[in-house]
């Protein structure tokens, strides 16, 4: 698999001309829209990172997971977790469980927060989540899965999509029955993370999968690819050789959500743009804060900043020395000062 900066062979054919993007109805459910979507991620794709996500031209933004009985218990968490500003649109609900009455009870309570998707979770490796049957655990047992699905459909009138991985193990990789019946019970797009669940997040994604399944005959829903997709560059390779509909990206984004901009300029004209100045680095990452604030109060929108700091500053020279600080306040308004007045060390040059 070529990891490396593709380039199109002159025969290569061109590119359709569709474009969710710009077009009526929401860009993951066209076909070839070529959508870069914000992944679902725990306690990381929180309210505020999905508005600058948004903003840098994420077509798509999920919430993270959220516990189907957590939400039927009406629990203040998962009410938090569903919450979302209007300029997050087109916005997904994630929902996870094990039990139809959860999933449906949860499904209907998603909907009535208004979001413009309801996604199911089918691809969580976490132990405490597939022993209660749920996330990747369905990967298991597709009949499960279909009633899983099913169930969530039936209970909203949302499009309801399905994030999950290539199979529990390299034994049981089916993931082309998966999609066309997950497409017969009226589901309306698929994500895929090309990894099975005995992977975890070890080795690289297996990005030939999504070709495979692209071409699995009868198969008409949108599907989009997930897993290690970090540059520009991988997500042409991915639109060109593979024919998905869309990306999603996840680790990438964090610290970065100029990547999302970065991958739609490079597709649209074939360059790629600078990287973001230090000083654009420093007033998004203090953007976030605020907004993190805004939405969680200081004390827990200062802790959630905490996964995102460290790729804001990556790369920085005495980077380390300001993150160092800036772990160690409590207040907002002594890490905007941090960030705002940050400069980096001028390059030490060595006498000759
Ligand atoms: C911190 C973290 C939290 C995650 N939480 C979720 C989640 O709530 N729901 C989900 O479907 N996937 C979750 N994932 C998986 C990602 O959505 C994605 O499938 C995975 O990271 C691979 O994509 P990437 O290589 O672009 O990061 C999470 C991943 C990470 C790193």
């Known amino acids: 698999m070529n990891r490396k900066p593709h380039h199109l062979a002159s025969d ?30 725990e306690d990381v794709s929180d309210s505020p990172f ?13 919430t993270e997971f959220i516990s189907s009985e957590a939400i ?17 649109r087109p916005l997904g609900i994630q929902i996870f469980g094990g039990r139809e009455e959860a999933m449906h009870g949860a499904a209907k309570i998603a909907e009535a927060n208004n979001p413009d998707l309801v996604d199911i979770n089918f ?10 049957n749920a996330g990747s655990a369905c990967l298991r047992d ?75 005959p009868g198969l008409h829903i949108p599907v989009i690819a997930n897993g290690d997709i970090t540059t520009p560059e991988h997500a042409r390779h991915l639109f060109e050789e593979s024919g998905v509909d869309g990306v999603m990206i996840g680790r990438a984004a964090i610290g970065n959500p100029w990547i999302f901009r970065d991958i739609h ?17 420093m007033q998004m990452c203090a953007r976030q804060l605020q907004a993190s604030v805004a939405h969680h109060g200081e004390r827990y929108g200062v802790i959630m900043m905490k996964k995102h700091y460290g790729n804001y500053i ?34 030490t040059r060595i006498a000759v």
């Open 142 to 216: 597709i009949g499960m899965m279909e009633r899983m699905a099913g169930t969530v459909v039936d209970a909203t009138s949302l499009p309801v999509t399905v994030k999950t991985r290539l199979g529990w193990d390299d034994k049981t990789i089916r993931i082309r029955e998966v999609a066309l019946m997950l497409q017969s019970v009226g589901v309306k797009a698929l994500t895929v993370h090309a990894r099975t669940r005995s992977q975890g997040y070890k080795g690289e994604a297996r990005w030939e999968y999504f070709k495979y399944l692209k071409d699995t």
């Open 50 to 62: 999905r508005q600058m996500c948004r903003e840098q031209g994420a077509d798509v933004v999920y």
């Open 123 to 132: 691809g969580c490796p976490v132990y405490k989540v597939v022993k209660k």
């Open 265 to 281: 300029h490079y597709l649209d004209t074939g360059e790629l743009l600078p990287a973001p100045t230090i000083e654009e680095r």
């Open 314 to 347: 990556k790369g920085i020279r005495n980077g380390k020395y300001l993150r160092m600080e800036i772990m160690e306040k409590e207040q907002m308004e002594d890490i905007l000062e941090l960030l705002l007045n940050f400069r980096e060390e001028p390059e």
């Open 72 to 88: 039927i218990r009406d629990s203040d968490a998962s009410k938090h977790k569903m919450a979302f500003e209007e300029s997050e």
């Open 12 to 41: 290569a054919p061109d590119t359709p001309a569709v474009s969710g993007r710009t077009g009526p109805g929401l860009p993951l459910l066209v076909p070839g829209s070529r959508c870069v979507v914000l992944a679902p991620m």
